[in-house]
């Protein structure tokens, strides 16, 4: 089978399409004849050679997929071979075939295409473990996700918005933050020219955010701190910013407040397992009902996984961007 490998860690040109053994599944495995593969963040940094696949992953890139079951393992019997679905993975995804346990399988939605189904494993898992399972979002509290514009920014919106929290965003255009707008958010931060702490205080009257979900990481921690209501939660997904920050324990203990960081990729099976059940228990209605939806930027074929990642790292997209196969 093809399949986007990285023979040496480095640029966009990196990503270099090969022939590499087909893979069989293991005892609760399925394997899926890919239709499309998300493109992650987490892709990027691999390649770069700062985010290794875990044991036992596939070495080439790609942690979501659509497709069609083409096999089963012994002992799977939650799907059928032709079934559509898609499926969070720990790597392995940039390719014509790939196995992943049963457990980590969902079924396309109704109402979403075969393609675009590949832009909701990923970030459903992250939105709702993160913002609902780890943070506790209630309704009636502020949510502040910065990138609002990007694939997870886009779905942490919406999913938010439904659970009756008022969503701040922050995003780098008016563009961007326009769109942020059409999908629920109510205070929307130009981080190019505007302060979000002090946007979001004055829209909050001095409350603040009681759940913020970051991807910057270092740079933006003493600020996160800062923007915190009493008992927020603050949950650090990503590092573009940076790894190492200064955090003012002072400040955090007065605000009574959390520091979650999480990692989805390296969590064990059974927590994932119970992540994947939750989103479709909670999730996959408001996708079939159409008030929530993935929001896609661009499909590239498989063998511009490289234009896709110069893509991403441009940061000019808005929501998710696919590799067909």
């Known amino acids: 089978m093809k399949a986007v490998t990285i023979p040496t860690p480095g640029d966009a040109d990196a990503l270099v399409l090969a022939d590499v053994p087909t893979p069989e599944p293991e005892p609760g495995e399925v394997r899926i004849r890919v239709a499309a593969a998300g493109v992650n963040r987490a892709d990027v940094m691999q390649r770069m050679g700062h985010y290794p696949p875990p044991p036992g992953a596939p ?18 019997t939650t799907v059928a071979v032709g079934d559509e ?3 969070l993975l720990a790597g392995g995804g940039y390719a014509e075939f790939v196995c992943v346990a049963a457990s980590q399988v969902l079924p396309v939605p109704s109402g979403v295409g075969l393609v ?3 832009a909701l494993p990923e970030v459903t898992a992250t939105v709702w473990s993160n913002v609902f399972l780890t943070a506790n979002l209630q309704p009636g509290e502020v949510f502040l996700v910065h990138g609002g514009s990007s694939g997870i920014g886009t779905m942490a919106t919406q999913l938010a918005r439904e659970a009756g929290a008022t969503v701040a965003v922050t995003a780098g255009s008016a563009e961007k933050l326009e769109v942020c707008r059409s999908l629920g958010a109510t205070i929307l931060v130009n981080y190019r020219d505007e ?3 002090e946007t979001v205080r004055a829209a909050t009257d001095g409350h603040g955010a009681d759940v913020v979900l970051d991807n910057m990481g270092a740079k933006y921690l003493p600020r996160n701190v800062d923007v915190l209501a009493t008992s927020g939660r603050l949950v650090v997904i990503g590092l573009q910013g940076g790894r190492k920050g200064e955090l003012d324990l002072g400040k955090l ?16 099976l059974a927590e994932k397992e119970t992540i994947i059940a939750a989103v479709r228990d909670h999730v996959w209605p408001l996708v079939e009902s159409g008030r929530v939806r993935p929001i896609v930027h ?5 063998a511009e996984a490289a234009q896709a990642h110069r893509l991403m790292e441009g940061s000019t997209h808005i929501g998710k961007i696919l590799l067909t196969i």
């Open 298 to 302: 661009a499909r590239l074929p498989l």
């Open 253 to 268: 203990l007065a605000k009574r407040g959390a520091v979650f960081a999480t990692s989805l990729r390296a969590s064990p």
């Open 59 to 76: 070495a080439y890139p790609g942690l979501e997929v659509s497709g069609t079951v083409d096999a089963l393992g012994d002992g799977v």
């Open 195 to 197: 302060d979000f702490v």
């Open 85 to 87: 679905v898609c499926a």
């Open 116 to 118: 675009d189904a590949a």
